[in-house]
C-alpha cells in the first residue's frame, strides 16, 4: 500500500471512529453535592480506569441542567447519573447501561435507593397531608431521589407539589436542601436516601435536628420515605465502539469492596445493569401529575 493510500485510510478511519484519536475518555457525572465532592468521590474510579485500559479516563462533574446538552453533542462518553436520567437519556439518545452501583451502608451492599421527605424536629410537618400550603424544597426537579420519588409520593396521596404548596422550589444540590430546612428558609425538604446520614457523619448536621416525614419501615438501611428504585447506573452513549464500552464495564466490575476506589466512590462495587422499568413508571406518573397541574392553570 502506498503512504498516500494509508494516510487516506488513516484520516477516514479516525473521522469516522472519533474515539481512537481521543486522548482521554470522560465519564460524565451528575454532580449531585457538588463539583469539587463529584471529583473527590470518582476521581479515583477514573484513575483505576485509566490503568485498566491504559487509556487516560477523566470525570466531567456536570449540573442537573447540562445533561441533555452534554448527551446530544457527545461531550462525553461515559455517564453516571440518577436512574431518571439514564432511563430519559436511552429514550432519546440511546444510552446504555453497562453497570449498576452498589451502595454500600457502612460497607453492606444496598443496590436500591428512594427519596427522603424531612423537616425541623420542631416543626409542625408530622405526616403527608400537613405540606400542604408550606414551602416544600427539593433538589432540582429532574432529580429522582431528591425530587421526582416525592413528587410520585405525594400525588398518590392527592396532593400535587406544583399546586397544593405554598411554594415548590429547587435548591439545587442536596446538601443546599438539607441546610434550608435547617435554618429554616422552608418548611420541608426531599433528598435522596443516605444523604441525612452521610453529611451526619461528616459532621455537617445532627440527625436529631430532624424528622423524617411518611418514614417507610423497609428492609433498607437508610431513612426513607418512597419506594425504592434501582441505584445509578453507568452508560455508555451510542457513539462509542462496543469494545471499549465492554473493557469498561469489565474494569467496573472488577472493582473490590474495601479498594481505594470503593471506598473513595463510598460504594461497595458494580453489577450486572439493572431493570429500570420502575424508574420508567414513576416518571410517568410525574408527568401525569404535571399533566394535570398544567391542564389546570390554562383552564380558560
Known amino acids: 500500500m502506498s503512504r498516500a493510500s494509508y494516510s487516506i485510510l488513516s484520516i477516514a478511519f479516525f473521522l469516522l471512529c472519533p474515539l481512537a484519536a481521543a486522548k482521554e475518555l470522560r465519564i460524565g457525572v451528575l454532580a449531585k453535592r457538588g463539583a469539587s465532592q463529584a471529583i473527590e468521590q470518582w476521581g479515583p474510579t477514573a484513575e483505576y480506569l485509566s490503568g485498566k485500559l491504559q487509556q487516560s479516563v477523566v470525570i466531567i462533574p456536570i449540573e442537573f441542567s447540562k445533561i441533555d446538552f452534554m448527551v446530544r453533542n457527545a461531550r462525553i462518553e461515559f455517564l453516571l447519573a440518577n436512574s431518571s436520567f439514564y432511563v430519559k437519556m436511552e429514550k432519546k439518545y440511546h444510552a446504555k447501561a453497562i453497570a449498576t452501583l452498589i ?139 462496543e469494545s471499549i464500552a465492554d473493557r469498561v464495564a469489565a474494569a467496573l466490575l472488577e472493582i473490590k469492596p474495601n479498594s481505594e476506589t470503593a471506598v473513595a466512590a463510598r460504594i461497595v462495587g458494580w453489577e450486572e445493569p439493572a431493570d429500570y422499568g420502575s424508574v420508567n413508571m414513576c416518571l410517568k406518573k410525574v408527568d401525569q401529575m404535571v399533566n394535570a397541574f398544567t391542564e389546570t392553570t390554562h383552564e380558560p
Request: with cysteine; hydrophobic share 40%; charged share 20%.
Open 103 to 241: 451502595n454500600s451502608a457502612g460497607g453492606k451492599p444496598v443496590s436500591k435507593f428512594g427519596g427522603v421527605l424531612f423537616a425541623r424536629k420542631t416543626s409542625a410537618i408530622n405526616e403527608l397531608k400537613d405540606v400542604i400550603g408550606k414551602k416544600l424544597m427539593c433538589v432540582k426537579y429532574s432529580s429522582f431521589g431528591g425530587g421526582q420519588m416525592t413528587m410520585r409520593l405525594l400525588y398518590e396521596h392527592q396532593i400535587n407539589p406544583f399546586q397544593d404548596l405554598g411554594a415548590f422550589m429547587e435548591g439545587g444540590t442536596h446538601d443546599l436542601v438539607v441546610y434550608a430546612v435547617l435554618l429554616g428558609t422552608v418548611d420541608a425538604g426531599t433528598v435522596r436516601s443516605d444523604t441525612l446520614e452521610r453529611m451526619h457523619l461528616e459532621g455537617k448536621i445532627e440527625l436529631s435536628d430532624f424528622k423524617i416525614i411518611h418514614p417507610q419501615k423497609l428492609d433498607f438501611p437508610f431513612l426513607c420515605s418512597t419506594r425504592l428504585y434501582p441505584e445509578w447506573p453507568m452508560a455508555v452513549l451510542s457513539h462509542v465502539p
